[in-house]
């Protein structure tokens, strides 16, 4: 993003900024915005990892704190003590699959925890005697709109909320909190509902990572159903790219759709991703890696097709991504060839007990 000479420094909390998504984030802030007081707030669950930020660890202007978004006081500390202006909220339970197996851990951390966030953001802000600068972002999913038949439209900012599995009724109400917020309060909360991402520091349970993985250590590649389930890709930094500009030009109380515009249906992912990985690896065990491919049984209420339809932020902000799926699965799996030290301690006994649970 273009460097405003203006620009007020911000004092930003990022929670779950050691996962997916949240750890890139922070990658792309500190290196966008040096000055920038940066504190991150994470529970350390089993998918989050401090090893994503471990090239930070000398950035003075960076602050690692350990603790759950459901701790009210410490929040208030936090916030408080640090000075705080922006939160950008990432923290979440968020694989669907570990929501059908125990959904409450879902409702705790992204409905309770939001809450938590929400109000001690506002009680802050009103000490603060209201900034209008000031900014609660809070990070969502495209899942809270249910699932689309081949020919619907994709979802915009209004289609209607029709979440289908734990997690996205779980962010749903999420949503609905940071929604109130600003109605009720005029506390300048924005949302953002994303589509699927990918790229480094995917925890290895997710679709990408895990056929990536599998590959490499000639595993069966699981696909559930019959594959023909459509998620809409979108490179992680696009999105990191797209939360920098809402903090900075979105308007408080909007919602801003952010996808790729990259419907692939799953088995056509995994087939490029198994090309992707006889060019690119030495000595697969099992070669060429499609051999790998096993169909398995389908996830419990299987959202069909999940669309984006991103023209309002690229009208109203001018965001758009800024990476081909080709070029995006590539970085990430050269990104997992080269980092076998980051994904191999993840494949602990918790991960393998998850494992056997869902495709046993
Ligand atoms: P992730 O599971 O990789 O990371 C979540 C992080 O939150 C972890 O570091 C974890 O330790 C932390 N966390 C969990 N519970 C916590 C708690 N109670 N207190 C503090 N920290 C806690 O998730 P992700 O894929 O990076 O997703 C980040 C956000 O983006 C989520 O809100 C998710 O709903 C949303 N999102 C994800 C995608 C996607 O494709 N992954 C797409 C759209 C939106
Ligand atoms: P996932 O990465 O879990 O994201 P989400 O369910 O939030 O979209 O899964 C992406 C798609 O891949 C989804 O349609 C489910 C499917 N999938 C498989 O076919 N096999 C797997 O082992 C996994 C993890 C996912």
């Given at each position: 993003m273009?460097?405003?000479s203006?620009?007020t420094?911000?004092r930003?909390?990022?929670t779950?900024?050691?996962?997916?998504?949240?750890s890139?984030f922070?990658?792309?802030?500190c290196?966008s915005?040096?000055g920038?007081?940066v504190?991150?707030?994470?529970?350390l669950?089993?998918a989050g990892n401090?090893q994503n930020?471990?090239?930070?660890a000398?950035?003075?202007?960076l602050?690692?704190?350990?603790?759950?978004?459901c701790d009210?006081?410490?929040?208030?500390?936090?916030?408080?003590?640090?000075?705080?202006n922006?939160v950008?909220h990432?923290?979440?339970?968020?694989?669907?699959?570990?929501?059908?197996?125990?959904p409450?851990?879902?409702?705790?951390?992204n409905?309770?925890?939001?809450?938590?966030l929400?109000e001690?953001?506002r009680q802050?802000w009103?000490?603060r005697?209201?900034?209008?600068n000031d900014?609660f972002?809070?990070?969502?999913?495209d899942e809270?709109?249910g699932?689309l038949?081949a020919d619907?439209?994709?979802?915009t900012e209004?289609t209607p909320?029709?979440?289908n599995?734990?997690?996205?009724?779980?962010?749903?109400?999420?949503?609905?909190l940071?929604?109130?917020?600003f109605h009720?309060?005029?506390?300048?909360?924005?949302?953002?509902?994303c589509s699927?991402?990918?790229?480094?520091y995917?925890?290895?349970?997710?679709l990408?990572?895990?056929?990536?993985?599998?590959?490499l250590?000639?595993?069966?590649l699981p696909?559930?159903g019959?594959?023909?389930?459509?998620?809409?890709?979108l490179y992680?930094?696009?999105?990191?790219?797209?939360l920098d500009?809402v903090?900075?030009r979105?308007?408080p109380g909007?919602?801003?759709?952010?996808?790729?515009?990259?419907?692939?249906?799953n088995?056509?992912?995994?087939?490029?991703?198994?090309?992707l990985?006889?060019?690119l690896?030495v000595d697969?065990?099992v070669?060429?890696?499609k051999?790998?491919?096993?169909?398995?049984?389908?996830?419990?209420g299987?959202?069909?097709r999940y669309a984006?339809?991103?023209?309002?932020?690229?009208?109203e902000?001018g965001?758009?991504p800024?990476?081909?799926?080709?070029g995006g699965?590539?970085?990430?799996?050269?990104?997992y060839?080269a980092?076998r030290?980051?994904w191999?301690?993840?494949?602990?006994?918790e991960?393998?007990?998850y494992y056997n649970?869902v495709y046993?």
């Amino acid at each position: 993003m273009q460097q405003d000479s203006n620009r007020t420094p911000r004092r930003i909390l990022i929670t779950g900024g050691a996962g997916f998504i949240g750890s890139n984030f922070v990658h792309h802030w500190c290196n966008s915005y040096p000055g920038d007081r940066v504190v991150v707030l994470d529970a350390l669950t089993y998918a989050g990892n401090k090893q994503n930020l471990a090239s930070l660890a000398s950035n003075s202007d960076l602050k690692f704190v350990q603790g759950d978004i459901c701790d009210r006081t410490l929040v208030d500390n936090l916030l408080e003590s640090e000075d705080i202006n922006t939160v950008a909220h990432f923290a979440a339970e968020s694989h669907v699959d570990r929501s059908i197996i125990g959904p409450g851990a879902f409702v705790q951390t992204n409905v309770v925890g939001t809450f938590t966030l929400l109000e001690a953001f506002r009680q802050r802000w009103n000490k603060r005697e209201q900034p209008q600068n000031d900014r609660f972002l809070h990070v969502s999913t495209d899942e809270v709109y249910g699932s689309l038949e081949a020919d619907d439209p994709a979802f915009t900012e209004t289609t209607p909320y029709t979440p289908n599995s734990p997690y996205s009724a779980s962010k749903a109400g999420s949503d609905h909190l940071a929604r109130a917020y600003f109605h009720t309060y005029g506390m300048p909360t924005i949302i953002t509902n994303c589509s699927n991402n990918y790229g480094p520091y995917h925890f290895p349970e997710k679709l990408i990572p895990l056929m990536c993985i599998n590959i490499l250590l000639g595993k069966p590649l699981p696909v559930y159903g019959d594959g023909q389930n459509i998620r809409d890709w979108l490179y992680v930094e696009d999105h990191c790219r797209a939360l920098d500009v809402v903090i900075h030009r979105g308007k408080p109380g909007e919602t801003y759709n952010v996808g790729g515009n990259n419907e692939v249906k799953n088995i056509d992912l995994v087939e490029q991703l198994c090309e992707l990985m006889d060019e690119l690896a030495v000595d697969l065990p099992v070669s060429p890696s499609k051999k790998l491919i096993t169909f398995v049984k389908d996830r419990a209420g299987h959202d069909r097709r999940y669309a984006i339809d991103a023209s309002k932020i690229k009208r109203e902000l001018g965001w758009t991504p800024q990476e081909t799926v080709a070029g995006g699965l590539r970085h990430t799996v050269k990104w997992y060839l080269a980092n076998r030290d980051w994904w191999q301690p993840l494949l602990s006994d918790e991960y393998k007990s998850y494992y056997n649970q869902v495709y046993s």
